[in-house]
């Protein structure tokens, strides 16, 4: 199975900061990486899919990219409503695998 | 507004069975391959179970296989997931999600799950 690692497992930030979240994966997946933002008592909300694109209705501060098999999800201003647990999936093949989360608080 | 609502979720023993249903509106749901995700508590996200809009493809996550069965009415706009042999485990609160695409899809809808505990 593929494995997706994501960095950090959590940290903490200020309000207009640069947040980079980053997930690796274990072996070649192309582009078929999504983000996911997951708030207690939701379902997960689609943030990014095919590695860099933003998903509906999703706010232009997200911005997702790739470098060989590591993969980026950049907030550029961050807001008090973007903190949650952001997930990272792989889509290449079943089964579809999940990064471990970052979680993302505000300092 | 597509919109997915899950149930059939509830407390059971172990060993015993349930069935979750997921009703899909807004869309096209026999155009739609679909997958069951869940979520332990305090765990991450772990996809189950996998169906394509036909039927024809079916696959299962290996902690799942032999025991969960899934599948679709598409005249009923309708998702399944079929639990048997349930144990301690498997208690999580289980997510249904459309696939945007026919191969290599990702999740573009999800439901608010629906949510399983299995203890004596």
């Known amino acids: 199975d593929i494995q997706l690692t994501q960095s950090p497992s959590s940290m903490s930030a200020s309000l207009g900061d640069r947040v980079s979240l980053t997930c690796q994966s274990s072996?070649?997946?192309?582009?078929?990486l999504s983000w996911y933002q997951h708030k207690p008592g939701k379902p997960p909300k689609p943030m990014i899919y095919?590695?860099?694109n933003l998903a509906d209705g999703v706010p232009s501060r997200f911005s997702g990219s790739r470098s060989g098999s590591d993969y980026s999800l950049t907030i550029s201003s961050l807001e008090s409503e973007d903190t949650a647990i952001y997930y990272c999936?792989?889509?290449?093949?079943?089964?579809?695998?999940f990064g471990a989360g970052t979680k993302l608080e505000l300092k | 507004e597509v919109q997915l609502v899950e149930s059939g979720g509830g407390l059971v023993q172990p060993g015993r069975s349930l069935k979750l249903s997921c009703v899909a509106s807004?869309?096209?749901?026999?155009?739609?391959?679909m997958n069951w995700i869940r979520q332990a508590p305090g765990k991450g996200l772990e996809w189950v179970a996998y169906?394509?809009?036909?039927?024809?493809?079916?696959y299962y996550a290996e902690t799942v296989k032999g025991r969960f069965t899934i599948s679709r009415d598409n005249a009923k706009n309708t998702l399944y997931l079929q639990m048997t042999s349930l144990r301690s485990e498997d208690t999580a609160l289980y997510y249904c999600?459309?696939?945007?695409?026919?191969?290599?899809?990702?999740?573009?809808?999800w439901g608010q799950g629906a949510s399983v505990t299995v203890s004596s």
């Open positions: 999600a459309r696939l945007r695409g026919t191969t290599r899809a990702h999740m573009d809808a």
């Open positions: 072996q070649g997946i192309g582009n078929y």
């Open positions: 807004g869309f096209t749901f026999s155009n739609y391959g």
């Open positions: 169906i394509s809009s036909g039927s024809s493809y079916i």
């Open positions: 095919y590695a860099t």
């Open positions: 999936l792989q889509y290449d093949e079943y089964p579809y695998t």
